[in-house]
C-alpha cells in the first residue's frame, strides 16, 4: 500500500518528536503510552487528533500547527489500515505462515 505525502509527512513528524520512546506500534516501542496501531479504529481521528493538540499530564504538548496535526492524522489512518494489533482472527496455514483474516497483505 503506497503512503500519501501527508501521510509521509506525519511519519517523518513523528520520527522528529519521538513519539516512539513512549508509544507503540504492533507493540514494538516504549511503554509509557498506548499502543498506537489502531488508535484511529477505535477511538476516532478526533479522539487522536486532540491527544496530539493539547497533550495530558502525561504526554507532552509538542505545540503541533494544524498542518502538522493533519499529517499525524493521515499517518495513523495509514498504520491503522495495515493490519490489526492484538491480532485477530489469524490461521497457522500449513506451510507456517501466520495469515491474518482481514489483513490487506
Ligand atoms: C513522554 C511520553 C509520550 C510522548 C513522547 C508522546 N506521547 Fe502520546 N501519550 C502518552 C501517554 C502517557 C498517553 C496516554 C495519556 C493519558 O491518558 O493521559 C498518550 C496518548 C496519546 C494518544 C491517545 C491514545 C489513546 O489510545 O488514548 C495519541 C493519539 C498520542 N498519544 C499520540 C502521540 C504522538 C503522535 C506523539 C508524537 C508527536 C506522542 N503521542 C508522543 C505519552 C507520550
Same mark, same amino acid.
Given at each position: 500500500? +503506497?503512503?500519501?505525502? !501527508? &501521510?509521509? @509527512?506525519? #511519519?517523518?513528524?513523528?520520527?522528529?518528536?519521538?513519539? /516512539?520512546?513512549?508509544?507503540?506500534?504492533?507493540?514494538?516501542?516504549?511503554?509509557?503510552? +498506548? =499502543?498506537? *496501531?489502531?488508535?484511529?479504529?477505535? @477511538?476516532?481521528?478526533?479522539? !487522536? #487528533? &486532540? %491527544?496530539? &493538540? !493539547?497533550? *495530558?499530564? &502525561?504526554?507532552?504538548?509538542?505545540?503541533?500547527?494544524?498542518?502538522?496535526?493533519?499529517?499525524?492524522?493521515?499517518?495513523?489512518? %495509514?498504520? =491503522?489500515? *495495515?493490519? *490489526?494489533?492484538?491480532?485477530?482472527? %489469524?490461521? /497457522?496455514?500449513?506451510?507456517?505462515?501466520? !495469515?491474518?483474516?482481514?489483513?490487506?497483505?
Amino acid at each position: 500500500m +503506497p503512503i500519501s505525502p !501527508a &501521510a509521509d @509527512r506525519g #511519519r517523518q513528524l513523528y520520527q522528529e518528536h519521538n513519539c /516512539v520512546a513512549c508509544h507503540q506500534f504492533y507493540g514494538l516501542g516504549g511503554y509509557m503510552g +498506548p =499502543d498506537l *496501531t489502531n488508535v484511529i479504529s477505535n @477511538r476516532g481521528a478526533a479522539y !487522536a #487528533r &486532540a %491527544f496530539m &493538540a !493539547a497533550g *495530558t499530564q &502525561a504526554m507532552p504538548n509538542f505545540n503541533l500547527r494544524d498542518e502538522e496535526l493533519d499529517a499525524l492524522v493521515a499517518y495513523l489512518e %495509514f498504520v =491503522d489500515k *495495515t493490519g *490489526t494489533y492484538p491480532p485477530e482472527n %489469524f490461521e /497457522v496455514k500449513w506451510y507456517g505462515v501466520v !495469515a491474518q483474516e482481514d489483513d490487506p497483505r
